[in-house]
């Protein structure tokens, strides 16, 4: 396999790099944290990159074998960390659960649990966890691969009111909407995204942030720490298989999803349905002049909750990021990674996926995993519809399983107009 290197500008920058990392145990935390930021160029000093970075060129522009990976991924890390998406507090290590609240429903179907966990400083953080497993009566037997999942929605709770954030759904109602998931021996755990942190302005103010204020992640890494959170629970429980953790969201959700799949390595499947510019969809093809759609100047503009500040300098300059999205898919592997989109998507530009998925292809195939890469392309809307579970599942039945679904998940869209 040939590999285009175009890093080699980098290589003074990266031992500098290197040598603060070596080094970084001798200082403070928030002594190595500055240290690190000052190895980095600022954005005006960047080079331009019309192309796609590479993945498998390391920090010095010489191409990757795949014994050296792990560093690579953790270098690729520290970069998107850096200009993207700020740096989560590690894990808190003392996630525990106190059940709220079990039933069955749907007819005796589907066994439902709600759980508070707590974790954090004082254990003061915390949220409710709604976990949906096939009950005994149905004959399917565990531990299930889990899907942990994001909701826009919290399950119907008595402070549902006071939370001008949230809306609720009834634990009845999200059991029939997963009700085909947990026939095919999947357990559905899932959380109100706004109580990792309000999706605002004011995001610092709410969730995770006060406990952690000298970190300077934003709301798309707060909502993905809160997905392994709840890992850190399940992992634990006998119902839930450990090495078949799932992470699946839609839209914003999926940008988390993204996220929570390529920095926690317990997913061992990542599934994030339209989640578009700051999601699956390279920056380079999205926005006005790049493909249309919504754009990294629409999110910065519209959502800058989601990344940190740093994103908005490369607005009208994206060629200057010196990563892609195709890197959070490559950082995945060689784990496996679906995506799945609709085609009349307003939110959404099918090039830009498809030029994701073929940047981050040789990573998986350096890896050997080719496989172990998909995406799913269906007729509609912006919407986490039937069809996208029926790909996700369908593809975590033949890679996580070993059950042989006859279908590909390698299949690419006729382009998109003007591309």
């Given at each position: 396999m040939k590999l285009h290197c175009s890093n080699i500008r980098f290589l003074s920058l990266w031992k500098?790099?290197?040598?603060?990392v070596l080094v970084g145990h001798l200082l403070r935390p928030s002594e190595s944290r500055a240290a690190e930021v000052a190895s980095f160029p600022a954005v005006k000093d960047l080079p331009v990159q019309s192309a796609m970075p590479d993945p498998l060129a390391a920090g010095d522009g010489k191409p990757i074998t795949p014994a050296q990976w792990p560093a690579r991924r953790a270098e690729m890390k520290r970069i998107i960390e850096h200009?993207?998406?700020?740096?989560?507090?590690?894990?808190?290590g003392d996630v525990k659960g106190k059940d709220v609240e079990t039933s069955l429903l749907a007819d005796g179907k589907v066994s439902y649990r709600r759980v508070r966990i707590s974790f954090g400083p004082e254990e003061k953080l915390g949220f409710d966890l709604s976990i949906f497993l096939p009950a005994e009566a149905t004959g399917i037997k565990g531990p299930f691969p889990t899907i942990v999942m994001p909701m826009f929605s919290a399950i119907d709770r008595q402070d549902v009111v006071a939370h001008p954030n949230k809306r609720a759904n009834s634990p009845e109602s999200v059991a029939g909407k997963y009700a085909p998931v947990l026939a095919r021996g999947y357990a559905v755990a899932t959380l109100f995204y706004q109580d990792c942190g309000a999706d605002n302005r004011d995001y610092r103010q709410s969730g995770f942030f006060p406990a952690y204020p000298d970190h300077d992640w934003a709301d798309l890494a707060a909502w993905a720490w809160g997905m392994s959170r709840c890992v850190d629970f399940l992992e634990k429980q006998s119902f839930a298989d450990p090495s078949k953790f799932i992470a699946a969201g839609h839209s914003r959700l999926g940008k988390a999803t993204l996220v929570a799949g390529a920095f926690d390595e317990r997913f061992a499947l990542v599934a994030p349905a339209?989640?578009?510019?700051?999601?699956?969809?390279?920056?380079?093809f999205n926005g006005k002049g790049r493909g249309g759609k919504e754009g990294l100047e629409d999110v910065v503009k519209n959502f800058p909750q989601w990344?940190?500040?740093?994103?908005?300098?490369?607005s009208g300059q994206v060629e200057k990021l010196p990563f892609d999205q195709h890197w959070l898919i490559s950082l995945v592997a060689p784990r496996c990674f679906i995506a799945a989109d609709g085609l009349s998507d307003n939110a959404t530009s099918v090039n830009a996926l498809v030029q994701s998925y073929?940047?981050?292809?040789?990573?998986y195939d350096l890896l050997g995993v080719p496989d172990h890469l998909g995406l799913h392309f269906r007729p509609g809307g912006h919407q986490f519809a039937p069809e996208d579970w029926t790909a996700i599942l369908d593809f975590a039945d033949q890679r996580l399983r070993g059950m042989e679904v006859k279908r590909r998940f390698d299949e690419l869209p006729?382009?998109?107009p003007g591309n």
């Open positions: 500098l790099f290197i040598a603060l200009y993207g998406l700020g740096h989560a507090p590690p894990p808190p339209g989640s578009g510019c700051g999601g699956t969809g390279a920056y380079r990344v940190i500040p740093r994103v908005a300098e490369f073929q940047a981050a292809k040789p990573v006729a382009p998109e």
